[in-house]
């Protein structure tokens, strides 16, 4: 099923809570009830037919997207998750879009994703420890010791979403089952970091 239905769509036709000040566990809520949505569907499976099921989990998929791209985080923080594990005889898991979706749900202020995410941002914060500016940082945007992984991977997710131009609509757009190729992906990353982390630092501390 691919997202034809979305070429018209724009995210200021939505008028969706914006969670970026939402507390942590608020937001694990919100991605939770999501979450269930999809369980009470895959609890059907035996009693529809193939064809039928998989054409309800496409839509439903679709309608998470939607929200996704109208600003709702958790539906972003989601799909993140969705793509990164697959679903049984219905998509592969693609890791490049749930990196795609994941870095736009941090960007937006989602904690979540920085979790599932942990290995992409790891060379991050290290690239900020190195920095020697970790003490700066703290002190000039009057962090807590729980807040800087937080704080940093947000702002490095805004630099780098600005750099490799990763458009919400444009990862919405892109068919469910398409898949990408997580090697270019990482490989634009590592040119973009190279503009992207020494302007983090600049940024922060």
């Not at 693609?94 to 979790?115: C, D, F, M, P, Q």
Request: hydrophobic content about 40%.
């Amino acid at each position: 099923m691919d997202t034809k239905n979305l070429v018209d769509f724009k995210a200021s036709d939505f008028n969706l809570p914006d969670i970026s000040t939402v507390s942590y566990d608020n937001q694990k809520v919100f991605f939770n009830v999501i979450k269930e949505e999809f369980t009470e569907l895959n609890q059907k499976e035996d009693d529809l037919p193939t064809n039928i099921f998989a054409q309800e989990y496409a839509q439903k998929i679709m309608d998470i997207i939607v929200m996704a791209a109208g600003g709702n985080v958790p539906s972003q923080d989601f799909l993140c998750y969705l793509y990164k594990r697959g679903v049984d005889g219905l998509m592969k898991n693609n890791l490049t879009r749930a990196h795609e979706w994941g870095i736009l749900a941090v960007a937006n202020g989602s904690k979540l994703s920085i979790e599932r995410l942990r290995l992409f941002y790891e060379p991050v914060f290290e690239y900020v420890l190195d920095s020697n500016k970790l003490e700066s940082i703290i002190v000039k945007n009057k962090l807590n010791d729980e807040d800087i992984s937080d704080f940093v991977a947000q702002n490095y997710s805004l630099l780098l979403v600005d750099e490799i131009k990763l458009e919400l609509l444009t990862v919405a757009k892109k068919p469910i089952s398409q898949n990408e190729n997580f090697v270019k992906f990482n490989h634009d990353v590592a040119e973009a970091n190279k503009k992207v982390l020494p302007r983090l630092i600049n940024l922060i501390s």
